[in-house]
């Protein structure tokens, strides 16, 4: 059917077809071009697809230095009042602290407004801080220099320009990226352009030093220097003897006494000199000051642990931040200098202190003396090494035997015939056993034994050693360790005190009561087992005398069995005690003694090869070979804590000898007679009376004549 043009739904239909051709014959580029003017097409969702993007996480809050400062402008007399506008943001909500400028004692500030309001504007350190919380803001206000003609730009500040009047800026009238930097100005007083004023030094000197105090003092010095003409050479005084090692930023330098010549080519100069620092007085104390031409100076202090240095004087602590010095020790601190002050330091060298490059855990010793006198030593030691390459080891004796960890080693020494033994050792935790012959003098009667013992110059935390007694020698008491260990223990004293209560109890006089205590005492020591059957029935022999004065009958036989039982159970306690003295049987007790020690087993080491017994001699150059210890009869054992070489464990036996036991038994029996001799009187009379007890005889009752109650004799008859 055909279009007419002039209907309005023609119209719209070429022209939405003119669109779309354009738009599929047009390139991709020209496509995005094509923008259609006069036609709205309808709108259809499903036919545009849409791009979803996640949404940006929000930045993190700022923390610390939340605060811009974009530009800063300078209008006036260098000598007068200088305006200065100054733009910066805030991005955080909380109030800001902004340093402005500085130092105070240099720079004055008037009339400080912000946007047109009264600034809050303190004093912080070495610069003025504004306080504001202001997201944009613009600081106004006036400032005026000191003497000095500087003013101190903490920042960071992008852009600065100065538009003076009169005067001029050093560094420029357009600055960028300020830091912690120092501005200089040029008054130019009486016409003159470029030329300082008369009683300042004519080139621009600024000078950095660190000092750094360990165990070889050393120091940097950082100059910058600026003149109209050029600079030509530079001296700088070495009055604390400086050694300089290196100059960098100069064309040459030169010693000239105390002085150091920098040549300098040009207007400007950048120098770094380092070197040592000379020999300190003795007492460490110095009296610095800052070099005249210098209008301040940053000086920088640093010591390692092993030194404290103090700073006093007149010298401002800053920040280490704040300064151009770039700190290589941790305890760096920074200080602002100016010009006619002092500072007085003192550097003092700690001392070091001894310290531990090994310690000995444990050292177990087991030593067994032969009744021969020979003292066969075996050693133990648990040490953990963190420094030593090798241990000196001082055996009780020869030694005969060194193993590291169970590895037999070889037996070393520093020189022919020395006892020292050099025991490599590697780093970590190790066991060395060191196994020597020795001899020890065993005295007849009583004596007391000492035994040999080791030495090595390293700290133990716990010393003990067992000791074998050969069967002759009974132990009384063990010193040297920790505490006087003896042989007596609570059972003894218990029996003693029975003993003498008994004596006391049974014996009139006052001598027969002490003859009485030490024979009674000294049956314990005797024969513990006759002593607690004695005792016991001494005790049942009172308790009935005691029961009957007050009983008869059936009661009095109870109470008797009860003591019998009391006794009984109080000697089986007695008996199965572990405190005690050295019994007849040679059973040794008390704190000092040990039943069934551990005895140390021998090393052994399996290798192929017949054996060859033709010598049992010690050889040299050998691997030795291990001893097994030998057993004995009784031992003691002792301990010290903390052992050290000026204080080793040095143990000393008290003994008595079977021999003298045998005398103190002749002694007893000896108190015994003298008791029944002092006593024979009664003894007799109570001999007499059992004989005379058992030799009587009953008689027969005879019934009386008469008496018709009396029973008649079975099977008889009264008639």
Known sequence: MPISLRSPFSALALSVAAVLGAGLLASPAQAREIEPTGVILPYAPQAVATATTPAPEPAPPCEKDCFLLSKLTLRGQVDGAIAFELTGEVRAKEEQRIPLFGPPGQVRLDDVTIDGARASVGMEGDSYVLFTSKRAFTLRGKLALGRDWMLSVAGPLLTMDASLSKGR???????????????????????????????????????????????EPSFSYKVSAQEADDIGKIELPLRLGEKVASVEGVAGHRIDGDRLVLEVLGNTADVLVTGTLGKLPANGQLSLAPDERSSY??????????????????????????????????????????????????????????VLAAVARSNRRFVAVTGRGEVVSDETLTLDNHGLEILSFTPAGKAVYLSADAVAQRILHAEAGAREVLVPVRSGSHQIRVQSLASAKVTPLVGALAIPTSAYPITTSRTEITIGLPGDVVPLAVLGGDHVLLGLGRGDLAAAAIGIALACFGFRTRRTRLVGSLAVSGLWFVSPTAFVVASGGLFVAGSVFVASRF???????GAAGAAMIVALLTGRSALSSDSGYVDGAGASHGDMAVRAPEVPTAEVAFSSGSFDASSLETQTGVTPVSISMPTSERYVRTSLQLATHERPLTPRVVYMTRTFVAILHLGWAA????????????????????????????????????????????GSSPF
């Open 169 to 215: 800026l050093v560094e420029g009238e357009h600055l960028s990226g300020l830091s912690s930097t120092v501005l200089h100005f040029d008054p130019m007083i009486e016409g003159q352009e470029v030329k300082a004023v008369a009683n300042k030094p004519k080139p621009v000197f600024r000078l950095g030093r660190s000092y750094r105090f360990s165990n």
């Open 551 to 557: 009983t008869r009958g059936i009661p009095l036989f």
């Open 297 to 354: 100076e940053w000086w920088l202090v640093e010591s390692d642990p092993e030194h404290r240095v103090t700073v006093s004087g007149e010298a401002k602590l800053v920040d280490v931040a704040q300064t151009h010095l770039v700190p290589v020790l941790p305890s760096a601190r920074a200080y602002l200098v100016q010009r006619g002050q002092h500072v007085d330091l003192e550097a003092r060298s700690l001392v070091r202190g001894d």
């Open 671 to 714: 108190l015994v007679a003298l008791l029944a001799w002092a006593h024979r009187a009664e003894l007799l009379g109570l001999k007499a009376r059992v004989v005379a007890r058992l030799s009587r005889r009953p008689e027969p009752k005879a019934a009386a004549i008469g008496d018709l109650d009396a029973p008649l004799p079975e």
